[in-house]
Nanobody, 120 residues
Framework: QVQLVESGGGLVQPGGSLRLSCAAS????????MGWYRQAPGKQRELVAQ??????TNYTDSVKGRFTISRDNAKILYLEMNNLKPEDTAVYFC???????????????WGQGTQVTVSS
């Protein structure tokens, strides 16, 4: 079973920076993508940034130029967040899409989330 654990959230002032990490454990036979999502109070969960197995990345418009997604290997995912704004306040979730063996379909695995609060 694949498990994901996020870390690095916290309270930061507007204009500040944070680096989120997501550590994956368990067997990953084939990786499709890893990504960061966020959910603010009263809002739907939304994609923030995504990185595919080949290295291509995708960002939501509101974070382009401020956030950078990267991956050490199939086991550690990062989100470097700069020039943070109050509207970035949310719980940030890590998601991995992959398969644990050749005979199972691609599956989405989620972490428990880490709170990011941007406030003065």
């Amino acid at each position: 079973q694949v498990q994901l654990v996020e870390s690095g959230g916290g309270l930061v002032q507007p204009g500040g920076s944070l680096r989120l990490s997501c550590a994956a454990s368990g067997r990953i036979f084939r990786l499709y993508s890893m990504g960061w999502y966020r959910q603010a109070p009263g809002k739907q969960r939304e994609l923030v940034a995504q990185i595919f197995s080949g290295g291509n990345t995708n960002y939501t418009d509101s974070v382009k130029g401020r956030f950078t997604i990267s991956r050490d290997n199939a086991k550690i995912l990062y989100l470097e967040m700069n020039n943070l704004k109050p509207e970035d306040t949310a719980v940030y979730f890590c998601k991995l899409t992959g398969k644990s063996s050749p005979t199972v379909p691609f599956t989405d695995y989620w972490g428990q989330g880490t709170q990011v609060t941007v406030s003065s």
